[in-house]
């Protein structure tokens, strides 16, 4: 491997790609450019316990032992001809860092509905999160658009602060495309019983701003007011800083199955791609995108393998886990929309369950509910 070896964001996939490198003996230098002035941090505890009450020893990332160094910077694009990444320093100062080998982990933004006013609360950093646990510091009402992992880890944690919290989503139940429709009855009823009140296959007709508040009209339905307004329909790659690097492909950056970016059908040189910032090519089908922890960690660990020349670690099974009103919901396997429900394991006392999920096509799911010891074993056996 190259002596410059640069990477464009802390992410939690820079975070593994540079501990599996120093795993491997390589001591290559290791520049890391991000704009945020909490990173490295991890950023799932941010809609959780962090936002409760939470200090920031709770997500800092420990890089000390990595002998990386970073950069305070925003990236504004790349010059592939003069292998430099342009940047613009937090004073206005602007500058380029020179790389050999060059690999984009930026993440992603939030998503943003049209109908959405510019100045609606989103959630995807430290500062993000520190905003929003002030603003509703004395049980201030709170409105999220949006029941994916991020909205329902909202609404239960702001609920548990004592807020008045309403959650609508145009999907028929909470999480249903991470979880495939399943569970749908019973993490609505977790989070009726936490306080939330939802509103499932909601429409917005209309989105004000009010003396102090917002207010969300649904179209057949009532009109939803708080003080709080928080979008939580989605992310997006964030890679527009890319636009005039000549390295996207229809806005999306495309990477092949070893990290590698393509442009027009042809690997670019020493550029890589890791995390959610990236667009994977899948033969035969559109490009796949995940918006996961665990699999932005194998993608970083995997990078650093193929670039350490070392034989790669075969893939673990898919993962991904999130909170709902105070339980932990993990999911290992890819979830099937048609899959028939199979129990596994149940303890009443701690309400914990372990649904084995069979798959027409013969592949199996497991979701488990407060589960941690069953799923460890399903992912220590894989």
Known sequence: MSESLVVVGASVATTA?????????????????????????????????????????DIAVDWSDLDAELVRARA???DTSASVVRVEYPDGRVGAVPFDQLVIATGAS???????????????????????????????????????????????????RGSKVALLDRAAGPLERLLA??????????????????HW???????????????VELRDGPVLVGDVLISAVG???????????????????MVDADGRVVQAGTVVPHLFGIGDAVTRIREGGPGTRTESWAEARQQGASLA???????????PPSYFWTEVAGRKVQVVGSLHPDAVPVLEFENPERGATLHRYDAPDGTSAWIGVNAQPRIARLLTAA
């Open 181 to 198: 429709g399943h569970l749908g009855q019973e993490t609505s009823t977790w989070l009726a019983d936490a306080g939330v009140v939802c």
């Open 17 to 57: 790609f540079i501990e599996r490198l120093r795993e491997l003996g390589n001591s290559s230098q290791v520049r890391v450019i991000d704009c945020d002035p909490d990173a490295p941090y991890d950023r799932p505890p941010l809609s959780k316990h962090y936002l409760v009450e939470g200090e920031a020893g």
């Open 305 to 315: 393998e193929l670039l350490t020349g070392v034989s790669r670690q075969p893939a």
């Open 235 to 253: 992310a997006r790659p964030a890679v527009a800083w890319l636009e005039d690097s000549g390295l996207l492909t229809h806005g999306a950056l």
């Open 110 to 160: 939030a998503a943003r509905l049209p109908i959405e006013p510019a100045d609606t609360t989103v959630l995807r950093s430290a500062a993000d999160a520190r905003n929003l646990r002030e603003r509703t510091a004395n049980g201030e009402s709170a409105v999220v658009i949006g029941a994916g992992a991020i909205g329902v880890e909202l609404a239960s944690s702001l609920a548990a």
């Open 201 to 215: 296959e909601a429409d917005i007709a209309r989105i004000s701003a009010t003396d102090g508040g917002w207010e």
């Open 76 to 78: 504004t694009s790349v």
